[in-house]
Each structure stands twice: as C-alpha cells, then as structure tokens.
C-alpha cells in the first residue's frame, strides 16, 4: 500500500499543491489534496476535529505555502519539483525503518516514542539536503 500525503493549501495556491501532487505521485506515492480555506471558518475544537477526520486516512502531511499564506522554518521548506524528489525518497525510507521499529515494540508509549523519534529524524535529515 503507498504511501498517503494530505497535501494542504489555501485557494489562492491550488495550482501550485496540484503540481506538487502530480510530482509526489509520480514517485509513486498517493496524494489526498485538501483546501484548507473553508476549514478556517472553524476555530478550537471543531477545526482540530475536522482536519483530524481529513488527515485520517494518510500518513503524511505537505503543506503548500507561498507568499500568498505564510511561512513555516521549523519544518524543511520545499522550494521546488527537484526538492518533492528527496521528500519522497526519505517519505519512504522512513516509513520502512518505521514499520521494522514498531514490529520490535510492544507498548502503545514506546510506539509514541518510536514515530517522535523517527519524525524529527526525518525532518532533520531532510532538512540537510535541501
């Protein structure tokens, strides 16, 4: 089963998320493109709960920001097609190395701790190469 990417923008960049979907599937990862316009409407609980339910069925996230929205720098900025190339290659290495820990973990707060660690790991890492 491929790999899932929720792939989040506002309207105004619904260009740009559709080319950084076509690319990521073209990696061979399947994408669930989403419009985080509407769900700002909402606030606290009720956005929370929402875009929890449209992430539920993917395992990672992209969100597509230009200087129409805003910018993160905690996270690995992909500025490019060439940059979703590496994303998808470490998307997928990490997801393997995630699988084989968590086969070797038995409780629910080692499992917590095994995709904290691997999240930071990947981000890092990424980070690095772009």
Sequence with gaps: MPIKVFISHKGTDCDLA???ARRVRSNGMDTYPDTIDDALTK???DLED???DRMS???QLIAVVSLQTSYLTKW????SDRDLDPYCQYSKSASIRVAR???EVFTEERRV?????DAQEFHLQLKDVL
């Design 18 to 20: 559709e080319r950084v």
């Design 43 to 45: 606030d606290g609980p």
């Design 50 to 52: 929402l875009l929890l």
């Design 57 to 59: 069925s993917c395992q």
């Design 76 to 79: 690995p900025a992909l500025h």
């Design 101 to 103: 820990k968590m086969g």
């Design 113 to 117: 701790m095994v995709r904290n660690s």
